[in-house]
Structures are given as C-alpha cells and as structure tokens.
C-alpha cells in the first residue's frame, strides 16, 4: 500500500489500541495489542507519517532508531544489591531502567499526557547482542525488568534485506505476533502530500515530466544509487534556504540529496530551465488578476515541461497563501480563547506569555511536531507578546483596539487570497480550458486539507465551478494515464 493508505491503517490500530469501555477497560487487553511494524524501502515516509498520527490523535511521541543502540543503553546497566530469600542473603544483579522506556517517562512528565507512540525505527537492523531483548520487548513490552506503561503503543519500522544489508528477517513465529504492514513508494500519494507540505515546485513539475525517477534504488560497480522521497523534501527545503538567501544552486548541491548521477544532472538541467519559465511569468501579477491576453496566449501555446511549470508555479503561490491565511486564523482564534480566561485575572497575562514559550521551545526542540502547528504557535505567541502588557496595565479594554485592528487585517487578507483563488481560477481556465493542466491544477487544490478548509469557510464560486465542470471526482483517477500519453505524443 502507498504511504497515505498506511498512514490510516496505524491511526485505525492506535485507536482501536486505546478504545476503552464504559468501565475503562481498554477493549483489546495490552498484551494483545500486537506491535505494527511498517515494512518498506528507506525515505519513503515511515517516520514521519507516525509522527503526524500521533500529533492528529493528541499523544506523545517518542522516537528512537535501533541501530544507534546498544544492549545496555536500550536494557539498561547491571548493578548488585543485596537481597534476603528464605532466611538466606544473596548479592543479586538488577539492571537500571531502558534509556528507551525512561525517555517514554520523561514524554509523559513533560506533557503530561499518559498516552503515545513509542516509534522503533530500523528495528530489524538490531545488533546481534541487541536483538534477543527487542525480540522480547515486542513480545512482552518489557526492557529487562522495566515495562513499557499502559497506554502506549509500540510502532516499528524496518527495511526488506534487498534495501538495507544489515537487515534481517524474522522468524515466523515473531512476525505471527506482529501487524505488518508493508509500504511501497508511490508518486500520486507523494504529490498531494508535497502540495501540503510546500514542496518546491520545481521538483513538483519535474516528477509530472519524470515519474520514473521519483524513486530509484540501483547498484552499480561504485556502489548503490538512491532517490528517495526523503531526498526530494529535504532538496526541497535547500532549495527554499538557498534562494531566500541569494545562493546559486549548482549541481554538487542537487547531487548531495538525489544520489544518483543520472537523476541528479537531469534534475539539475530542469532547474535551470524552470528558472526560465518562472523568470518569463510574473506569478503575483497572474494572483493578482492582472494578466494580459498575450501571458495567456504565450503559456497556453508553450510545450507541456513548462505547462506544467506554469501550473506548479500557480499553485505554489496560491497554496502557500492559503496556509498563510489559515495559520493567522487559527492563531487569532487561539488569542481570543486566552484572553477570554483573562478576563477576569489580567495579572496572569506574563504567565500566558510564559507558558507560550515554553510551548514553543518544546515543539521546536522535540523536532516531530509539524511545521503549521509550530507556525500557529509562533504567530500566537508573537501576538500575546504584543497584547498581554496592554491588559497588565488595562485589563481587557487595554487591548481590545490592537486585537481588533489584528482582526480587521486578517479579514482583509482573507478577502484578497479569496479573490486570489478566483484569478488563478481564471487564469488557468483561459490558457488550458478544461484540458489536463486545468485538470491537475485543481485535483492539488482539492487534496490539500488546508486548502479545502478555506474554501469551505470562505468559498470560491469558480473554483466549485471548475471542479464540478472538470466532473473531478471521475476524471482524476486516470490523470496520470493522461498525461503520459501526452508525454508520448510530444515526443
């Protein structure tokens, strides 16, 4: 199954895992609660997706990678003390707790919350020495005489042999105690997630021209070759740093995350030529609504690589407007809830400043909580720090002109990304009528959560009309059929 499908499959076993009855009792007992064990090759997303799970259902998470460890670490270090049996002393060997089950105390401490995910990554990677104790700690969740606590479920990733050589099978009678699920790589899912997750839109553009080389693992005689999805969103994010800052991208940077030579000199020529297409169309003008006939006439006649381009480029734009508007919305909301609790004690405005940080520095430091719940705590934070010293000093009236004034601006510039909607809308529509550009234009659209949150609170009428004109839903299922056939027709 793709990434997306697993992603399911382990909110569904973590949340049949912690269901309870009326009485409490969770309704399957813990020790039958099989560990899930995701099988697949490397960067395809196995972390991340029980990273994100964890987050959506409110839990801890704590991650470790099994190949860093070693038996003492993970069962802990022996120490002698002295014991009475029937009469008799005996100098008997206990061990201290796990690191791997102490750092699931210190989650548990530090949020307070009694529930979570316990990621085991590379599990079948174990040393020798190291593997008979994770064979028994996902047999009977204990490290030596320490034990996972209740409410918590193991989720493990491991490679097939033929992508990692220090993996290993399992026996049969160790996997009949697992659930195993087993990933493959999988462009379409990839896609939506990369519209997401603002996914450069070069390499977006360049995996619709070049599917095959979203993923590769090859050996060659100087050894293995790998492109990952991992690789692409980590260049992707390279990519953003470097131009923000004004460094030239040069094909040593492309190779360093796309370890392929082939794949890497044929990505790092379409960057260039993307480039091109993004210096020739004036995207803010087109969001704008400003476009004139010939832009449309001009893309509209192009080939199809910088068709594409053009509808990366649009939706790029567009989505990363769209999650700017519903992070300040979300982080709006969060202030008006604090500064209804302060009603009545102005006085503990620092505290909530106080606790917001905090807040901050822990998802920052943690590194597994996504990167719009981290934009919504920072834009809340940076606000409180504006109004809490007005209610200090004023109580509630003292702020009340700032925080109206901070909910005038957001309407404004909710209005101006909906009219944003309508122009790219438009703009697409004029230069590729209800053809397959239009047609992947809006599946990105309609398969990003944000995006849809938007439209469903503040509605475009064109882009409903185009959805529904383009019949989505039937249509989108053979988009990528389609387009190869295009491909080949041009070729």
């Known amino acids: 199954m793709n990434i997306q499908q697993a992603a399911g499959q382990v909110e569904g076993a973590v949340r049949a895992y912690l269901a309870r009855d009326d009485e409490g009792i969770y309704l399957i007992p813990p020790q039958m609660q099989r ?50 049996f029937e009469g008799e002393s005996y100098k008997v060997s206990r061990y201290t707790m796990s690191e791997i089950i102490a750092s699931v105390y210190d989650a548990m401490r530090s949020s307070g919350g009694r529930e979570g995910i316990l990621f085991l990554d590379e599990i079948n990677c174990a040393s020798e020495t190291l593997m008979p104790s994770m064979l028994q ?30 993996a290993r099978e399992f026996d049969p009678a160790m996997m009949d105690r697992l659930k195993r699920i087993d990933v493959e790589p999988d462009l379409d899912a990839w896609m939506g997630y990369a519209a997401a997750h603002g996914v450069h839109p070069a390499i977006t553009s360049y995996l619709d021209e070049k599917p095959e080389n979203f993923f590769r693992v090859r050996s060659t005689v100087e050894g293995t070759r790998v492109v990952t999805a991992r690789g692409w969103e980590d260049l992707s994010r390279m990519l953003q740093a470097y131009e923000r800052e004004g460094i030239d991208v040069d094909p040593y940077l492309v190779g360093q995350y796309l370890q392929d030579d082939e794949v890497a000199e044929d990505f790092s020529l379409y960057l260039e030529l993307f480039g091109k297409y993004r210096d020739d169309l004036d995207v803010a003008r087109v969001l704008d609504g400003l476009a004139d006939d010939a832009t449309v006439a001009r893309v509209s006649g192009a080939d199809l690589d910088e068709r594409m381009a053009v509808v990366s480029l649009l939706e790029s734009a567009l989505l990363s407007a769209v999650h700017g508007v519903r992070i300040e919305e979300e982080a709006v909301r969060q202030v008006r809830d604090i500064l209804k609790t302060l009603g009545d004690e102005p006085q503990a405005a620092g505290a909530v400043v106080s606790d917001c940080e905090i807040e901050l520095a822990g998802l920052v430091s943690r590194g597994f909580a996504s990167d719009r719940r981290r934009a919504v705590c920072a834009r809340r934070l940076a606000l409180l720090r504006e109004l809490c010293p007005m209610i200090a000093k004023g109580g509630l009236g003292g702020a009340k002109g700032r925080y109206n004034d901070v909910v005038r601006t957001l309407s404004h510039r909710v209005r101006r990304v909906s009219a944003q909607v309508d122009h790219a809308i438009d703009f697409v529509s004029r230069a590729f009528g209800e053809g397959e550009e239009t047609l992947v234009f809006v599946t990105r659209l309609s398969v990003d959560p944000e995006f849809m949150g938007f439209q469903a609170a503040h509605g475009s009428d064109s882009f409903v009309t185009c959805a529904n004109a383009l019949m989505l839903r039937d249509r989108g299922l053979d988009l990528l059929d389609r387009l190869e056939a295009l491909r080949k027709g041009q070729g």
């Not at 990678?65 to 069962?75: G, K």
């Not at 700690?137 to 220090?166: D, S």
Request: aromatic share 10%.
């Open 35 to 84: 560990p899930i064990i995701l099988m697949g090759p490397p960067g395809v997303g196995k972390t991340a997706i029980v990273s994100q799970v964890a987050e959506r259902l409110g839990l801890c998470f704590v991650s470790y990678s099994i190949t860093h460890h070693t038996r003492q670490s993970a069962l802990g270090l022996p120490y002698i003390v002295d014991e009475e």
């Open 137 to 166: 700690f996902l047999q009977y969740k204990t490290f030596g005489q320490h034990r996972l606590p209740m409410g918590w479920v193991i989720v493990c990733a491991g490679n097939p042999p033929e992508y990692n050589r220090a």
